[in-house]
């Protein structure tokens, strides 16, 4: 035992570098602790997702679906799934949309199939209407930008009250941008059909956007936040809540994942940033001794003529940059996204849920991208890796050569075929032709373009 611990000190210096984990293991004893714990942490970070995200992830799509039905679709404007937009072409589609989505919000309590509600008190609160002007509609002197405000409720509607007659609302359309309505609801999920939030709060901003002066296109934006104790007006619900917490709280958020997370993230990246100092005083043990050894060498500009070099000068910066192995920064910003991940959600920020979310599918996605540098060391199981770096000098040659092309068609397609939806930004133009050169939509493209 005490030889094979001093083996394992005294490693070589290539087969520190360059020796698998499970190589090392075999000759040296040295156990592979860091592959085992991303092995680990792809495991408990799928656990993550599928047990704790997993579990609200339907219940936000079809509340979703049911807000955007409330408050964006019309009757006749309905896809299998749900309308995200809604285009009004007249003052009477205007005034029918937006007293539509008034009223819809008033009765939702009666509306929803289960227990959608207002985060505060109806009776105290109301709509906030934001109208944005490209110049002042009350004030003619003003020349800039203008945003007036309108409380909304249910029995008075701003501009679209009865007082307004329709020259008048012509009149302010005309200089309008846009207009915003918020809304804010709740909903209780049932017990034990979430593993991580008990209640949401959804935040709801429906834009009235006529930037492109011929009508009015109606989309909604949608934020979710977890309720705090502060937000649930029900004392019933209250009530269950914290007795739900106090007896099932281990096993019903599932908080123990999180921790393993944590302890193993934090036990990989001492790995790391070990095995980082490791290959810091190789590489400066090796620059300090391969100095030291002269050789004469030819010159580049003369041939015949001699020069003296040190072996450390002749090395290519490639080969000195072997020493440092790019894994080793792959693998601390992976432990870095799992370790905030699961600390956000340990926490449970309510107004941070989509962060929470993001970080924990990219610290999974990184845990398995990570498994792929011990892949690396296996001919037969590396051809993926060795092919996209061998690639990516020649993928990068060719982007940069083929990017000239691509621009010109994007800029031309805009100036010419701009009455196709495909073409009527850039952002949309680039992605209608990089789906052209992959093969895909190019029936529909064309047939959009010839009709």
Not at 176 to 201: G, I, R, W
Not at 302 to 321: C, G, Q, Y
Not at 322 to 342: D, K, P
Not at 373 to 388: G, M, P, Q, S
Request: proline share 2%.
């Amino acid at each position: 035992m005490a030889e094979k611990e001093k083996s394992i000190s005294n490693l070589p210096i290539k087969d520190e570098l360059f020796l698998s984990p499970i190589e090392k293991y075999k000759i040296y004893g040295a156990f592979p602790y860091s592959m085992l714990i991303n092995v680990i942490l792809a495991i408990t970070t799928t656990a993550q997702i599928l047990i704790v995200i997993g579990s609200t992830t339907s219940y936000t799509r079809g509340k979703e679906k049911f807000i955007h039905e409330m408050f964006v679709a019309d009757a006749e404007n309905k896809t299998v799934e749900y309308s995200k937009k809604a285009y009004l072409y007249s003052i009477d589609d205007l005034k029918a949309h937006f007293e539509k989505s008034i009223n819809n919000f008033y009765s939702i309590e009666d509306v929803s199939l289960e227990n959608l509600t207002y985060a505060y008190p109806i009776e105290t609160s109301s709509i906030i209407m934001k109208i944005n002007y490209f110049n002042s509609y009350y004030n003619k002197t003003n020349r800039h930008n203008y945003t007036k405000y309108f409380s909304i409720d249910n029995t008075h509607h701003g501009p679209f009250d009865e007082s307004f007659n329709v020259t008048e609302l012509k009149d302010m359309i005309k200089v309008m941008k846009y207009f915003t309505l918020n809304y804010t609801l709740q909903s209780y999920v049932p017990f034990n059909y979430a593993d991580y939030a008990e209640c949401f709060v959804w935040f709801l901003t429906q834009k009235y956007s006529f930037e492109q002066r011929s009508h009015f296109s109606v989309t909604l934006d949608i934020k979710r936040e977890m309720c705090d104790d502060s937000d649930i007006k029900d004392e019933e619900e209250l009530n269950s809540k914290t007795t739900n917490t106090k007896t099932a709280s281990i096993i019903k958020s599932f908080f123990w994942i999180h921790v393993i997370v944590i302890i193993l993230t934090m036990w990989n990246m001492f790995i790391t940033m070990k095995n980082i100092f490791v290959n810091a005083k190789i590489y400066w043990h090796l620059k300090s001794t391969y100095r030291n050894i002269l050789e004469k060498v030819p010159r580049s500009s003369a041939p015949n003529e001699m020069k003296i070099k040190s072996k450390w000068d002749m090395l290519t910066s490639k080969d000195r940059n072997r020493i440092f192995s790019l894994w080793n920064v792959i693998t601390l910003f992976g432990n870095l996204t799992q370790f905030f991940g699961a600390l956000f959600s340990l926490m449970e920020q309510d107004d941070m849920v989509n962060v929470t979310e993001f970080l924990v599918g990219l610290g999974c996605f990184m845990a398995y991208i990570d498994i792929g540098r011990y892949l690396d060391y296996i001919r037969e199981y590396a051809t993926i890796f060795n092919t996209i770096k061998k690639s990516i000098p020649n993928v990068l040659r060719y982007f940069l050569g083929v990017l000239p092309i691509f621009l010109g068609f994007i800029f031309f397609g805009v100036a010419i075929f701009w009455r196709s939806e495909r073409f009527a930004s850039i952002p949309m133009a680039i992605v209608s032709l990089f789906a052209m050169m992959n093969g895909d939509s190019i029936y529909d493209i064309i047939k959009d373009l010839a009709g």
